[in-house]
C-alpha cells in the first residue's frame, strides 16, 4: 500500500491471507480468506463495525461507507459519520455488482436493472445495461 498514510492506513508489511481489498478515504479494507473484514489505518466514523461482518465474499468501499457482500447472498453496510445517508442494503440479494462511493451505494441486479441510493440519489434505472446501451 502507498500514499500519504496519514492514519496507517499503509501499514500492511506482514500482513498475509488477504482475497479481496478496497480503500475508503484513511482506511484500507482487506477481506481476510476465512471470510472476516480487517481494518487498517482509521476505524473511527462508524467503519469499526465492518470487523463484526462474517462470511464475506466481497467487499467495496467509498468515502465513508464500507459494503460487504456475504457468501450466501445477503449484503451488510458499515456507515461512517459525514453527516450523510448512503442508503440501506436490507433488502439487497445475490447482485450482479454492487459499488460504494462518497455518499451513495449502487447495485446492478442480475436482471440488469441498477438502483443507487443515499443523499441526493433517488434514481432507479431500469433496463441498465453494463455496456451503456
Known amino acids: 500500500a502507498c500514499g500519504s498514510d496519514i492514519s496507517g492506513q499503509c501499514e500492511v508489511d506482514g500482513i498475509t491471507g488477504v482475497t479481496d481489498i478496497a480503500a475508503c478515504d ?3 479494507i482487506l477481506l481476510m480468506d476465512d ?5 487498517v489505518g482509521d476505524i473511527s ?6 470487523e463484526n461482518f462474517a462470511d464475506v465474499r466481497r467487499i467495496r468501499a467509498g468515502g465513508c461507507c464500507i459494503v460487504a457482500e456475504t ?3 445477503t449484503y451488510m453496510l458499515a456507515q461512517g459519520v459525514y453527516n450523510a445517508n448512503c442508503g440501506s442494503v436490507i433488502t439487497w440479494k445475490n447482485l450482479r455488482e454492487f459499488a460504494a462511493g462518497s455518499l ?3 447495485k446492478i441486479e442480475q436482471n440488469g436493472s441498477m438502483k443507487l441510493e443515499g443523499d441526493g440519489v433517488p434514481i432507479t434505472h431500469p433496463g441498465y445495461e453494463p455496456n451503456g446501451h
Open 26 to 28: 484513511r482506511t484500507l
Open 35 to 39: 471470510g472476516t473484514v480487517r481494518l
Open 45 to 50: 466514523m462508524g467503519l469499526k463495525r465492518a
Open 71 to 73: 457468501h450466501d447472498g
Open 104 to 106: 451513495c451505494i449502487g
